[in-house]
């Protein structure tokens, strides 16, 4: 049994590498800029690469890559019903709809007369969203019909750049504020008002559609519930200080008991249908429906470390298990499963 690892140092492949050391597993790190990539992986009975939505190169060929193989009948992490829709909002509404999961009532629309008809009729506070970013960047709550108007009109002609220089320096001096980020962080948001990132040098603007959620009230904050295999663990992440967003807060609740039950049934059943190997549900609880879940978004990747503080993991059942975890060391092992049951 041979592994190959895409290395991406604070990424999942740290954590991988240790695991085949630890358990003898014979690995081999590759790099998939190479053009001969395929050729490099070849003979080797399980891929991974937790690739990353903010590199650009990743984006370009990270789904390529996993999928080409994933045909030729290597093993791969993340794989394709993991990670197709993965940073974007817009697939995952269209998945989430066709299996009838729970998801936050979720309008998208190709036509600028259309979503400025819809615009017109409907009810505010409305959520908008690009359909890629992660930590609630690219996320505007729009509180009236003038400012829904004017966000169709940037939609359908120059659109929106990748990178939202005043929301970065807004961010960064919210955090420091809270006492999470410095001074010299929020000195950085500055200078990314005038020079922004390589990344959204080398994307292109989003244009030419509009995407709206329905905004609902959460109390202050959301559950994460991430589902590997037949295991799960969760947070409840509080909403950012004078901000109706829980995403990227860094406030965080470890606490078992703060996690509805509701969520996790939900999280193992919705993942049941979509026959991912791991995906990270995020949940807000209606109060206006008797505090059910909905979810607003998934993802197969996760920050690293954030969740080390989890006390202990839900299995299938429910059933509660007190114990560290390490979650990429599941995702080996249920890899190694596969190849045993396939």
């Known amino acids: 049994m041979k592994v190959a690892i895409h290395h991406r140092q604070g990424s999942f492949s740290d954590r991988w590498i240790e695991y085949c050391k630890k358990k003898n597993i014979e690995y081999r790190i590759v790099s998939c800029f190479d053009s001969d990539i395929v050729e490099k992986i070849r003979g080797c009975e399980i891929f991974v690469w937790h690739y990353s939505h903010a590199s650009f190169k990743d984006i370009i060929c990270a789904k390529k890559i996993l999928f080409a193989l994933e045909n030729a009948g290597v093993k791969v992490f993340p794989d394709f019903r993991t990670a197709w829709h993965f940073d974007d909002k817009v697939a995952q509404k269209y998945l989430l709809e066709s299996i009838d999961a729970p998801l936050v009532p979720s309008y998208i629309f190709y036509d600028k007369k259309e979503a400025s008809d819809w615009v017109k009729q409907t ?36 659109g929106f750049p990748q990178f939202n220089r005043l929301g970065n320096l807004e961010e960064r001096y919210n955090k420091y504020m809270c006492g999470q980020d410095t001074l010299s962080g929020v000195v950085k948001g500055v200078g990314r008002l005038f020079v922004t990132t390589s990344f959204a040098k080398q994307q292109p603007p989003e244009k030419g559609y509009i995407y709206f959620q329905e905004f609902i009230p959460n109390d202050g904050f959301d559950i994460r519930v991430i589902v590997i295999g037949e295991k799960a663990f969760a947070i409840k992440r509080l909403v950012r200080l ?28 919705t993942n049941n249908r979509i026959g991912s190997q791991c995906i990270a549900y995020d949940f807000v ?22 969740y080390d503080t989890c006390p202990g993991y839900w299995d299938n059942q429910l059933n509660w298990h007190e114990s560290k975890f390490n979650p990429q060391e599941w995702m080996i092992e249920n890899l190694l499963k596969s190849m045993k049951h396939p």
Not at 128 to 154: D, H
Not at 253 to 268: H, T, W
Not at 286 to 295: A, L, Q, Y
């Open 123 to 158: 009810s505010y506070p409305k959520v908008f969203k690009l359909k890629g970013g992660a930590g609630a960047t690219n996320v505007k709550l729009v509180r009236t019909q003038k400012e829904a108007l004017k966000l169709v009109s940037k939609a359908f002609n120059k």
């Open 242 to 269: 004078n901000d109706f967003r829980a995403s990227g807060s860094g406030r965080i609740v470890y606490n078992p008991e703060s996690i509805n039950k509701k969520c996790l049934a939900m999280a193992f059943d």
């Open 285 to 306: 609880l209606d109060s206006s429906d008797g505090d059910e879940p909905m979810i607003i978004e998934i993802s197969y990747g996760f920050s690293v470390e954030a």
